[in-house]
């Protein structure tokens, strides 16, 4: 009886493992029989046909299913990653991916966007090679793929609701393809990881006058608000990828905008003790500095900024807002005209989040379309005017308190 009582308690115990494993999402190795050492020019159903258990018919044609995913990986005999896709709507409406968000490690904490060049497309099956990848020699290589993304489709998708453009989509993958040399043989497995998805992002700058230390002209502050699909107690570190190019508008007898060339620089890491650019009011000799956190609640940063109505309605439905970049902003005028000399900021998408819930610590790797907003500021400073600043700010270099 006593041993019955205890094999019991054993089954309750294991069933109880089983379901915290399922609700947490805690890694799962899945064992696959797959092709190593793949030519990139094969056909992408020879190659899925490679493994024994792969089945065709498993992958049905949908035509209202507009999604990418992600179902196989190979290496190359040209030391290339190679990527399969299954694409549902691929036979009636011909879509393709152009990046994946990924780290080539067991972690996400170097996760980055890395474009897609397409080799090959059958029914439904795509195979595409990842740019910028050399497998490595290591006896064990890592490929954690959080999401794939592809152009944003107006008469598929959704529009951003507000004056934001969404460039690109992006769809879970959530997985971690650990490939493995022994005796010369590649194997693969790949585990299920937790993402966490973006949610109503929107992609907007402020702008201050007097922006830049000893410098004329303004500067503007590029931000992301967002909620998320997750609860977030405590947010501590970002990594955002986004585009630039420099632009120069003209008025006058030569009106116009000319463009510099694109620019894609490594993603942008913050953390919550991250201080944003220093802004410099008047005088540069006696100024009043403006600094402001990079990782922001909404509530804050509506409190601290002098935000525009149409900005605040925008905002609705987020919770975070993350300060990432700063630029210039030159109005310059003569006889003839005047031009104006700025940054263009496009394709903003968060790639990871480091946060704290309910007292256990996340790094998960972000689901998040790329955004490009308007090149109208939706804000700025608020109104600071005090006619004795400079004697305030005198006197506060002397070491002399400061009046309130």
């Known amino acids: 009886m006593e041993n019955r009582f205890k094999f019991k308690k054993s089954l309750i115990a294991l069933l109880i493992i089983l ?32 493994d024994p258990n792969f089945k065709v018919s498993d992958y049905l044609d949908k035509a209202d299913d507009y999604s990418i995913q992600v179902i196989q990986i190979a290496e190359s005999t040209a030391k290339e990653l190679l990527i399969y896709t299954y694409q549902p709507c691929q036979r009636t409406c011909y879509l393709l991916a152009t990046c994946v968000n990924m780290s080539l490690s067991e972690d996400v904490q170097g996760t980055k966007l890395y474009d897609l060049e397409f080799l090959s497309c059958e029914g439904v099956f795509c195979k595409y090679k990842v740019k910028d990848v050399v497998v490595a020699d290591n006896e064990y290589r890592y490929y954690n793929i959080t999401s794939i993304y592809r152009a944003w489709n107006e008469d598929l998708d959704d529009p951003s609701g507000n004056d934001n453009i969404f460039n690109e989509v992006a769809f879970e993958v959530g997985k971690l393809y650990k490939a493995s040399t022994v005796d010369g043989k590649v194997t693969y497995t790949h585990e299920f990881v937790e993402t966490i998805e973006i949610v109503n992002p929107y992609v907007d700058f402020l702008r201050y006058s007097n922006g830049f230390w000893l410098a004329s002209g303004a500067c503007d502050s590029h931000y992301i608000a967002f909620d998320t699909n997750k609860q977030i107690d405590k947010l501590m570190e970002a990594s955002i990828s986004y585009e630039y190019r420099t632009a120069h508008s003209q008025v006058g007898m030569n009106e116009g905008i000319s463009y510099g060339p694109i620019q894609k620089p490594e993603p942008k890491k913050i953390i919550e003790t991250d201080k944003g650019q220093t802004i410099d009011y008047g005088n540069p000799w006696f100024t009043k500095k403006f600094e402001w956190d990079r990782i922001q609640s909404v509530e804050k940063f509506k409190e601290t900024e002098n935000l525009k109505p149409e900005t605040e309605k925008n905002l609705e439905g987020t919770k975070w807002v993350l300060r990432f970049y700063e630029t210039s902003f030159n109005t310059f005028w003569d006889g003839m005209g005047g031009y104006t000399d700025y940054i263009e900021v496009t394709n903003v998408t968060i790639l990871r989040l480091k946060f704290i819930t309910n007292g256990r610590l996340y790094d998960l790797g972000a689901v998040s379309n790329k955004i490009t907003g308007d090149n109208i500021p939706g804000g700025g400073e608020k109104d600071t005017f005090d006619p004795f600043r400079w004697l305030k700010d005198l006197v506060e270099k002397l070491g002399i308190p400061v009046w309130a």
């Open 19 to 50: 379901l915290a494993l399922i609700t947490f999402n805690i890694f799962v190795s899945v064992s696959m029989s797959v092709y190593a050492d793949t030519p990139n020019s094969t056909n992408v159903l020879a190659d899925l046909q490679k």
